[in-house]
């Protein structure tokens, strides 16, 4: 059972554009979402969280979205560069494993493309 | 600032031998950590954390093992190699009262043939 989800395996976007990248979730439980970023053959990178008492928040680039409602996050790029094509994944924690875990998604492969 | 390290870095290992990948971590201390595992085009497994020295909680049931011989080190094991253990091995630490934002090793490419 897939508890944290992204839909979409891959996106593609011309460097300059927004990058819109989608994430659900099912627990409940979860109330801090974070993102990472992974390029090939290296440990992914902490991007942005973001805590369910805030729909949004923002670091330079990178802003999440959180509708608590729909259970959805979004991460959005821009403006989107080349050196941000990597996967990114969407992951989840909660009171459920006293903080201690996250649950991942299997991530998006983004596109940036010149 | 901290780091984590693990070695090494690809390994290739025949069915049936054994395994053993090694994580550090420098510059804290009680960290909880984290090994990893990520299949090819898959998203990351989360197979073993531990909150303290000889605390194991394993996540998923299979012929893998963990220890944690001291505080800041993690060693991920197996007595026998499957082929579908092949993928890339991820360690992660997080700092003890936070929001668990986790950060991650280098990782290892682990073949299996």
């Known amino acids: 059972d897939q508890q944290v989800k992204q839909n979409s395996p891959s996106l593609s976007v011309q460097e300059g554009r927004i990058s819109i990248l989608n994430c659900d979730y099912t627990?409940?439980?979860?109330?801090?979402f974070l993102w990472y970023k992974k390029y090939p053959a290296e440990g992914p990178t902490f991007l942005i969280s973001?805590?369910?008492?805030?729909d949004k928040n923002e670091d330079g680039r990178f802003t999440v979205f959180l509708n608590k409602s729909a259970k959805h996050l979004s991460l959005h790029i821009v403006p989107s560069q080349p050196g941000d094509s990597a996967v990114y994944f969407c992951?989840?924690?909660?009171?459920?494993?006293?903080?201690?875990?996250?649950?991942f998604g299997k991530g998006t492969m983004l596109l940036v493309s010149p | 600032s901290q780091t984590i390290h693990q070695w090494p870095a690809t390994l290739v290992q025949p069915v049936g031998s054994p395994l053993s990948l090694e994580c550090t971590v420098e510059g804290t201390s009680n960290p909880n950590l984290y090994w990893y595992r990520q299949a090819a085009g898959r998203g990351l497994q989360l197979l073993f954390y531990?909150?303290?020295?000889?605390?194991i909680s394993s996540e998923v049931p299979q012929n893998l093992s963990a220890s944690r011989p001291q505080d800041r080190q993690f060693i991920l094991s197996s007595k026998k190699l499957l082929l579908s253990d092949s993928g890339f091995y991820l360690c992660?630490?997080?700092?003890?009262?936070?929001?668990?934002?986790?950060?991650f090793g280098p990782g290892t490419r682990l073949t299996v043939l």
């Open positions: 992660a630490w997080a700092g003890r009262g936070s929001y668990n934002e986790q950060f």
């Open positions: 973001i805590s369910s008492i805030k």
């Open positions: 992951a989840a924690s909660g009171l459920n494993s006293g903080y201690s875990t996250l649950t």
């Open positions: 531990s909150i303290g020295i000889g605390q």
């Open positions: 627990n409940s439980m979860f109330d801090y």
